[in-house]
């Protein structure tokens, strides 16, 4: 039983997370089988070791012995596993996957500072989600940092961090805008498939917004293309006043320089989940732990 370090790993889980639910999202397993392995844990042991309760879990004076065990189990495995890794990686370069957003306005600024953490060369290849997904799925990345995924077997999806989506224009915009603002602009709204048009009109529609009666000046295909637009729209007196909806990632630097301005919506915070894929069949891979350790670790690189 011991040698199944599957179950140990499960139990660390459950205890690092403190819950049988938390464990069962971040090992990419069933809270069921979470629950199977724990009880498979304390039968081979022939004692509880975990004390479930409504608002966590507890360990038992048997299962606080056995966390110290296995603890230094996991910390000898993974120095092993490390310095195999050395042997016959030396050349590996971790390959990650980022959809348009993440790759083209988030890694950039870090790549180097995960390379150090990790020692170890990267690659960053970016695309579509869809995609990246696929190439998941081939073995061609090794991690994917994505919105909006299609959730697929065989992959395990950690929640990053959360994206905000802000209203941009190349006018000056109020800081807060109300609910009479939007029918003022003209709009340059995303494809209807897109992911961040669903999420924008659901959030319009909960604040009683119908953006049947908005002033549509063109339809894009991608986030890119919106921040494009918007920086070539006419702006001056007389002229209507031209917006979208954009991750506040990608017009960080447009914000500082005045080149675009952002306006939030009264009584209303427009996210998306941003999230970290990778193979059910790499949880236990040293080097794709480190790297996502450190990304967890961070939240915003």
């Not at 998941?136 to 950690?158: C, H, M, N, S």
């Not at 915009?173 to 939007?182: A, N, Q, R, T």
């Not at 048009?197 to 890119?224: A, Y």
Request: proline letters at 2%; aromatic letters at 8%.
């Amino acid at each position: 039983m011991l040698k199944d370090f599957s179950k140990i790993e499960t139990f660390l889980t459950v205890v690092k997370e403190k819950s049988f639910s938390k464990a069962s999202k971040k090992l990419g397993i069933s809270q069921p089988a979470v629950t199977q392995q724990i009880k498979l844990l304390e039968d081979y042991l022939d004692t509880q070791i975990v004390d479930r309760k409504k608002n966590g879990i507890r360990l038992t004076k048997s299962g606080e012995e056995v966390h110290k065990i296995a603890l230094k189990l996991e910390k000898s495995i993974y120095n092993a596993e490390k310095e195999i890794l050395k042997i016959i990686n030396k050349d590996m370069v971790f390959i990650i996957g980022g959809s348009f957003m993440i790759g083209n306005y988030i890694l950039p600024d870090c790549i180097s500072e995960i390379q150090s953490a990790i020692n170890n060369d990267i690659m960053i290849k970016v695309n579509d989600v869809n995609s990246i997904t696929e190439e998941l799925i081939e073995k061609k990345v090794d991690l994917a940092l994505i919105e909006a995924p299609t959730f697929q077997d065989g992959i395990v999806y950690r929640e990053w961090m959360d994206d905000e989506l802000v209203v941009v224009s190349k006018s000056p915009l109020p800081k807060i805008l109300k609910k009479e603002d939007l029918y003022s602009y003209n709009w340059i709204c995303r494809e209807e498939e897109s992911n961040t048009r669903k999420i924008v009109f659901e959030i319009f529609d909960k604040m009683g917004v119908d953006c049947q009666n908005f002033q549509f000046r063109s339809t894009v295909t991608s986030s890119t293309a919106v921040k494009n637009s918007l920086l070539k729209a006419p702006v001056g007196d007389g002229v209507q006043v031209t917006v979208s909806v954009l991750s506040k990632h990608m017009i960080e630097e447009d914000l500082q320089k005045g080149e675009l301005f952002a306006g939030r919506l009264k009584g209303y915070k427009l996210t998306r989940k941003l999230y970290l894929a990778y193979l059910k069949d790499r949880k236990q891979d040293p080097l794709m732990d480190n790297v996502i350790n450190y990304i967890m670790s961070k939240r915003r690189l």
